[in-house]
Protein backbone atom coordinates (compact mmCIF):
# COMPACT_ATOMS: atom_id res chain seq x y z
CA UNK A 1 0.00 0.00 0.00
CA UNK A 2 1.25 3.68 -0.98
CA UNK A 3 2.62 5.62 2.20
CA UNK A 4 0.42 8.26 1.30
CA UNK A 5 -2.81 5.88 1.13
CA UNK A 6 -5.75 6.99 3.31
CA UNK A 7 -5.90 5.14 7.05
CA UNK A 8 -1.78 5.95 6.95
CA UNK A 9 -2.12 8.89 9.20
CA UNK A 10 -2.43 11.14 5.94
CA UNK A 11 -4.67 14.04 5.51
CA UNK A 12 -7.75 12.96 3.28
CA UNK A 13 -6.79 14.60 0.19
CA UNK A 14 -7.60 18.06 -0.66
CA UNK A 15 -8.27 19.14 3.06
CA UNK A 16 -5.24 20.68 5.55
CA UNK A 17 -4.88 20.87 8.69
CA UNK A 18 -5.81 24.37 10.41
CA UNK A 19 -2.94 26.56 10.92
CA UNK A 20 -2.91 27.31 14.77
CA UNK A 21 -3.63 30.08 15.74
CA UNK A 22 -0.87 32.56 16.67
CA UNK A 23 0.33 34.42 20.45
CA UNK A 24 -0.30 37.66 19.20
CA UNK A 25 -4.43 37.70 18.01
CA UNK A 26 -7.20 39.87 18.90
CA UNK A 27 -8.24 37.94 21.48
CA UNK A 28 -5.15 37.94 23.79
CA UNK A 29 -4.50 41.67 22.97
CA UNK A 30 -7.96 42.13 24.73
CA UNK A 31 -7.10 39.99 27.37
CA UNK A 32 -3.54 41.69 28.14
CA UNK A 33 -5.93 45.10 27.66
CA UNK A 34 -8.01 44.39 30.95
CA UNK A 35 -5.02 42.71 33.13
CA UNK A 36 -3.22 46.85 32.07
CA UNK A 37 -6.34 48.29 33.18
CA UNK A 38 -6.46 46.84 36.79
CA UNK A 39 -4.05 49.69 37.78
CA UNK A 40 -5.61 52.42 35.94
CA UNK A 41 -8.93 51.55 37.33
CA UNK A 42 -7.17 50.99 40.93
CA UNK A 43 -5.47 54.45 40.49
CA UNK A 44 -9.04 56.27 39.66
CA UNK A 45 -11.23 54.99 42.54
CA UNK A 46 -8.07 55.72 44.89
CA UNK A 47 -7.79 59.13 43.34
CA UNK A 48 -11.26 60.08 44.79
CA UNK A 49 -13.74 62.81 43.88
CA UNK A 50 -17.02 62.18 41.32
CA UNK A 51 -14.86 62.43 38.16
CA UNK A 52 -12.20 59.88 39.02
CA UNK A 53 -15.36 57.48 40.40
CA UNK A 54 -16.83 58.14 37.27
CA UNK A 55 -13.35 57.04 35.56
CA UNK A 56 -13.11 54.62 37.32
CA UNK A 57 -16.16 52.94 36.82
CA UNK A 58 -15.64 53.34 33.21
CA UNK A 59 -12.68 51.45 32.87
CA UNK A 60 -14.51 48.65 35.02
CA UNK A 61 -16.76 48.55 32.46
CA UNK A 62 -14.47 48.50 29.60
CA UNK A 63 -12.72 46.10 31.27
CA UNK A 64 -15.38 43.85 31.80
CA UNK A 65 -16.65 44.33 28.22
CA UNK A 66 -13.07 42.85 26.94
CA UNK A 67 -14.20 39.81 29.02
CA UNK A 68 -17.28 39.27 26.95
CA UNK A 69 -14.95 39.73 23.78
CA UNK A 70 -12.11 37.73 23.75
CA UNK A 71 -13.94 34.84 24.40
CA UNK A 72 -16.65 34.81 22.18
CA UNK A 73 -13.60 36.26 19.41
CA UNK A 74 -11.14 33.40 20.40
CA UNK A 75 -14.27 30.80 20.21
CA UNK A 76 -15.65 32.13 16.56
CA UNK A 77 -12.26 33.01 15.28
CA UNK A 78 -10.44 29.92 16.18
CA UNK A 79 -8.11 32.13 18.49
CA UNK A 80 -8.09 29.58 21.37
CA UNK A 81 -4.57 29.36 22.66
CA UNK A 82 -2.72 27.83 25.89
CA UNK A 83 -1.81 31.64 26.65
CA UNK A 84 -5.26 32.67 26.44
CA UNK A 85 -6.62 29.54 28.73
CA UNK A 86 -3.93 30.67 31.64
CA UNK A 87 -4.62 34.40 31.22
CA UNK A 88 -8.02 35.15 31.01
CA UNK A 89 -9.45 33.62 34.18
CA UNK A 90 -5.89 35.62 36.09
CA UNK A 91 -7.54 38.55 34.24
CA UNK A 92 -10.71 37.92 35.43
CA UNK A 93 -10.15 37.14 38.76
CA UNK A 94 -7.34 40.29 38.99
CA UNK A 95 -9.88 42.70 38.11
CA UNK A 96 -12.66 41.41 40.12
CA UNK A 97 -10.20 41.12 43.19
CA UNK A 98 -8.81 44.75 43.02
CA UNK A 99 -12.46 46.13 42.79
CA UNK A 100 -13.24 44.27 45.96
CA UNK A 101 -10.45 44.84 48.00
CA UNK A 102 -10.24 48.24 47.49
CA UNK A 103 -13.54 48.85 47.81
CA UNK A 104 -12.64 47.20 51.27
CA UNK A 105 -9.59 49.26 52.12
CA UNK A 106 -12.16 52.08 51.58
CA UNK A 107 -14.05 51.17 53.71
CA UNK A 108 -17.09 51.05 51.58
CA UNK A 109 -17.28 46.89 51.54
CA UNK A 110 -17.47 44.87 54.45
CA UNK A 111 -13.81 42.73 54.48
CA UNK A 112 -15.90 39.47 54.81
CA UNK A 113 -17.47 39.66 51.50
CA UNK A 114 -14.77 40.31 49.61
CA UNK A 115 -12.60 37.37 51.39
CA UNK A 116 -15.56 34.92 50.62
CA UNK A 117 -15.91 36.18 47.28
CA UNK A 118 -12.27 35.76 46.37
CA UNK A 119 -12.36 33.05 47.88
CA UNK A 120 -14.53 31.26 46.41
CA UNK A 121 -12.60 32.30 42.83
CA UNK A 122 -9.58 31.61 43.19
CA UNK A 123 -10.70 28.16 44.56
CA UNK A 124 -12.23 27.30 41.50
CA UNK A 125 -9.48 28.96 39.23
CA UNK A 126 -7.39 26.46 41.18
CA UNK A 127 -9.57 23.31 40.45
CA UNK A 128 -9.97 24.43 37.12
CA UNK A 129 -6.25 23.93 36.35
CA UNK A 130 -6.39 20.65 38.73
CA UNK A 131 -8.96 18.85 36.19
CA UNK A 132 -8.01 20.64 32.69
CA UNK A 133 -6.29 17.28 31.49
CA UNK A 134 -9.73 15.83 32.26
CA UNK A 135 -11.74 18.05 30.62
CA UNK A 136 -13.49 21.33 30.42
CA UNK A 137 -16.70 21.78 32.23
CA UNK A 138 -19.47 23.33 30.11
CA UNK A 139 -20.62 26.77 31.60
CA UNK A 140 -23.47 27.07 33.61
CA UNK A 141 -26.57 29.45 33.66
CA UNK A 142 -25.78 29.91 37.15
CA UNK A 143 -22.18 30.99 36.34
CA UNK A 144 -23.00 33.40 34.02
CA UNK A 145 -25.83 35.02 36.72
CA UNK A 146 -22.83 35.33 39.24
CA UNK A 147 -20.42 37.13 36.61
CA UNK A 148 -23.47 39.42 35.80
CA UNK A 149 -24.71 40.30 39.35
CA UNK A 150 -20.69 40.57 40.36
CA UNK A 151 -20.03 43.04 37.55
CA UNK A 152 -23.56 44.96 38.70
CA UNK A 153 -22.57 45.20 42.23
CA UNK A 154 -19.51 46.28 42.09
CA UNK A 155 -21.01 49.00 39.14
CA UNK A 156 -23.20 50.58 42.29
CA UNK A 157 -20.42 50.86 44.77
CA UNK A 158 -18.26 52.28 42.54
CA UNK A 159 -20.72 55.13 41.86
CA UNK A 160 -20.01 58.43 43.17
CA UNK A 161 -22.19 59.25 46.45
CA UNK A 162 -24.03 61.54 44.61
CA UNK A 163 -25.38 59.21 41.75
CA UNK A 164 -25.62 56.03 43.90
CA UNK A 165 -28.84 54.67 44.92
CA UNK A 166 -29.96 54.19 48.71
CA UNK A 167 -27.16 51.97 50.08
CA UNK A 168 -29.36 48.87 51.07
CA UNK A 169 -29.67 48.44 46.93
CA UNK A 170 -26.42 48.10 46.47
CA UNK A 171 -26.21 45.82 49.52
CA UNK A 172 -29.25 43.48 48.38
CA UNK A 173 -27.49 42.99 44.56
CA UNK A 174 -24.21 42.39 46.40
CA UNK A 175 -26.23 39.84 48.70
CA UNK A 176 -27.70 38.15 46.33
CA UNK A 177 -24.44 38.23 44.30
CA UNK A 178 -22.53 36.67 47.04
CA UNK A 179 -25.58 33.91 47.48
CA UNK A 180 -24.74 32.94 43.81
CA UNK A 181 -21.05 33.23 43.83
CA UNK A 182 -21.04 30.49 45.96
CA UNK A 183 -23.58 28.29 45.34
CA UNK A 184 -22.37 28.15 41.77
CA UNK A 185 -18.72 27.68 43.70
CA UNK A 186 -20.19 24.15 45.05
CA UNK A 187 -21.91 23.17 42.18
CA UNK A 188 -18.28 23.27 40.65
CA UNK A 189 -16.69 21.20 42.96
CA UNK A 190 -19.23 18.97 42.53
CA UNK A 191 -18.82 18.67 38.52
CA UNK A 192 -15.04 18.79 39.33
CA UNK A 193 -15.25 16.06 41.50
CA UNK A 194 -17.65 14.12 38.92
CA UNK A 195 -15.24 14.98 36.00
CA UNK A 196 -12.06 13.67 37.78
CA UNK A 197 -13.81 10.63 38.87
CA UNK A 198 -15.85 9.75 36.09
CA UNK A 199 -14.99 7.35 33.15
CA UNK A 200 -14.75 8.73 29.56
CA UNK A 201 -18.38 9.52 29.12
CA UNK A 202 -19.14 11.57 32.39
CA UNK A 203 -16.36 12.99 31.09
CA UNK A 204 -17.59 13.53 28.51
CA UNK A 205 -20.84 14.87 29.57
CA UNK A 206 -18.77 17.51 31.96
CA UNK A 207 -16.71 18.88 28.75
CA UNK A 208 -20.18 19.47 27.21
CA UNK A 209 -19.20 17.50 24.19
CA UNK A 210 -21.62 15.23 21.87
CA UNK A 211 -21.47 11.40 21.31
CA UNK A 212 -19.38 12.32 18.14
CA UNK A 213 -17.29 14.61 19.85
CA UNK A 214 -18.21 17.90 18.80
CA UNK A 215 -17.72 20.13 21.59
CA UNK A 216 -20.28 22.31 22.70
CA UNK A 217 -20.20 25.85 23.17
CA UNK A 218 -19.54 25.53 27.53
CA UNK A 219 -16.01 27.38 27.77
CA UNK A 220 -16.33 31.01 28.46
CA UNK A 221 -13.12 33.39 28.64
CA UNK A 222 -10.31 33.81 26.28
CA UNK A 223 -10.80 29.78 25.53
CA UNK A 224 -10.33 29.06 28.95
CA UNK A 225 -12.67 26.74 31.26
CA UNK A 226 -16.46 27.70 32.14
CA UNK A 227 -16.81 29.44 35.32
CA UNK A 228 -19.52 27.36 37.04
Request: charged share 15%.
Given at each position: ?67 LLDGRLARSRGLVTDFGKIADPI ?132 GGGADG
Amino acid sequence: MPADAPGQGSSPPGRTSPPLPGLVNIANVLTVVRILLVPVFVVCLFAGGTGWRLAALATFVVASVTDLLDGRLARSRGLVTDFGKIADPIADKALTGAALISLTVLGELPGWVTALILIREVGVTVLRFVVIRRGVIAASQGGKLKTLLQVAAICLYILPASLSPPAWVREVVMAVAVVVTLVTGVDYVVRAVRLYRGPAGARSAANGTSGNGTAANGTSGNGGGADG
